[in-house]
T-cell receptor, first 113, second 114 residues
Framework: GDSVTQTEGLVTLTEGLPVMLNCTYQTIYSNAFLFWYVHYLNESPWLLLRSSTDNKRTEHQGFHATLHKSSSSFHLQKSSAQLSDSALYYCALSDDSNYQLIWGSGTKLIIKP | DAAVTQKPRYLIKMKGQEAEMKCIPEKGHTAVFWYQQKQSKELKFLIYFQNQQPLDQIDMVKERFSAVCPSSSLCSLGIRTCEAEDSALYLC????????????FGPGTRLTVL
């Protein structure tokens, strides 16, 4: 069945360094939608990025990700981390096989001064 | 702005008591999801409604929870007999439809079972 893997449970970085959160997925369907949701403490989770187009860079709020179907990856990146980026980040998958999102286990990002 | 409302924000129950939490989905959204999040980590899918009908739920929900959407503007999730392991943040989300549509989340109900 479908699955999403986020290998890092916790990422701790110093402010100003680049961010890369890994996301890989498995699906037999070619028309996959990949998502990144962000969950700040005491707030509601919200959609950060979404893509279904192969090899196209998607950007929002300083973050970017490119869906690579050849490697089944949708890594989240940012060139320079800010203290305010500290949050939980979830990668998720949707395709024709399921009516719900398949969620990764989440990566907690902590940015230190 | 999208706004999914959840009430109450905080709920404290003793072991064995019943708990109920409510969700008001975004207007016009036909899909409603409930998730359980423990220790600020993994989102665990609980149940999915489409046009107020439950279309999928995990075994735990079938066995110990009660979930309904009596109208398009109200859903509720209940726990018949609370256990310590039920302590978690319960998140409700809604979307225009299933699959590739954005899910809009409420702030959650934090349940503590003592």
């Amino acid at each position: 069945g479908d699955s999403v893997t986020q290998t890092e449970g916790l990422v701790t970085l110093t402010e100003g360094l680049p961010v890369m959160l890994n996301c890989t997925y498995q699906t037999i369907y070619s028309n996959a939608f990949l998502f990144w949701y962000v969950h700040y403490l005491n707030e509601s989770p919200w959609l950060l990025l979404r893509s279904s187009t192969d090899n196209k860079r998607t950007e929002h709020q300083g973050f970017h990700a490119t869906l690579h179907k050849s490697s089944s990856s949708f890594h989240l990146q940012k060139s320079s981390a800010q203290l305010s980026d500290s949050a939980l980040y979830y990668c998720a998958l949707s395709d024709d096989s399921n009516y719900q999102l398949i969620w990764g286990s989440g990566t907690k990002l902590i940015i230190k001064p | 702005d999208a706004a999914v409302t959840q009430k109450p924000r905080y709920l404290i129950k003793m072991k064995g008591q019943e708990a109920e939490m409510k969700c008001i989905p975004e207007k016009g959204h036909t899909a409603v999801f409930w998730y359980q999040q423990k220790q600020s980590k993994e989102l665990k899918f609980l149940i999915y409604f489409q046009n107020q009908q439950p279309l999928d739920q995990i075994d735990m929900v079938k066995e110990r929870f009660s979930a309904v959407c009596p109208s398009s503007s109200l859903c509720s999730l209940g726990i018949r007999t609370c256990e310590a392991e039920d302590s978690a943040l319960y998140l409700c989300s809604s979307s225009q439809d299933w699959g590739g549509y954005e899910q809009y989340f409420g702030p959650g109900t934090r349940l503590t079972v003592l």
